[in-house]
């Protein structure tokens, strides 16, 4: 686990490397976060029986790069510890394994300008890693992307709230099965798209 936050860590900071120009005071913005994930699930092919992730708690961080007065360059990660479980037929509710959900994405956001109350609305794209706690199943790393909008509230220059809702698609395109290992998969799959909600606050610390 200490593995996976460090490389998503330095992931963030190399990308952060890549936005051009230089970052000055009040240019740049972070915000921790904790959200609700809703939503998000399997269909297996086989049994027909609905697999899906328990709603939960996440949290994570976001930076934000001023491009202009009105957009940002937006560099996002969050973490859901979970489960999946069975939601149909005899096995209702029956936890199969638990299972943590990365978003490591890069976006950006246009929102108002020079006012106290920014109302904004967001979109990113990058990968979905998905970590199942369960001896022999290997992860799944997925592409994915986000839309969302909310609103920054700020109290001075430099600190604020954040309050958003963003819907997050991961494609799983023509894959059959996921989360294989030792040459079973736990899942028969169906669809090749999977879809969260998530409502964040979170803390701006502007510089």
């Known amino acids: 686990m200490k593995k996976i936050y460090l490389l998503s ?3 963030m900071v190399w990308m952060s490397a890549l936005v051009p120009g230089v970052v000055r005071a009040s240019d740049f913005e972070i915000v921790p976060i904790i959200g609700y994930s809703l939503g998000g699930g399997f269909e297996d092919s086989v049994t027909g029986t609905q697999l899906e992730v328990d709603d939960s708690t996440h949290y994570g961080i976001i930076l934000d790069f001023k491009d202009t007065p009105v957009t940002q360059i937006e560099l996002y990660y969050s973490l859901q510890p979970t489960r999946l479980k069975s939601d149909g037929g005899a096995l209702v509710g029956n936890p199969l394994f638990d299972m943590d959900i990365h978003y490591i994405h890069v976006g950006g956001t246009y929102m108002a300008e020079d006012e106290k109350v920014k ?7 990058g990968a979905t890693y998905m970590d199942p706690k369960k001896a022999g199943l290997d992860s799944e790393t997925r592409l994915s992307m986000s839309l969302g909008g ?4 700020f109290m001075t220059d430099r600190i604020g709230l954040r309050l958003e809702g963003r819907g997050f698609g991961t494609y799983f395109g023509n894959s059959s099965a996921a989360f294989c290992g030792s040459g079973k998969c736990a899942i028969s799959m169906e669809g090749d798209l999977f879809f969260q909600f998530t409502a964040n606050a979170g803390l701006i610390i502007a510089f």
């Open 119 to 125: 109302p904004y609305v967001v979109g990113t794209f």
């Open 150 to 153: 909310g609103v920054k509230l």
């Open 9 to 11: 860590f330095t992931a």
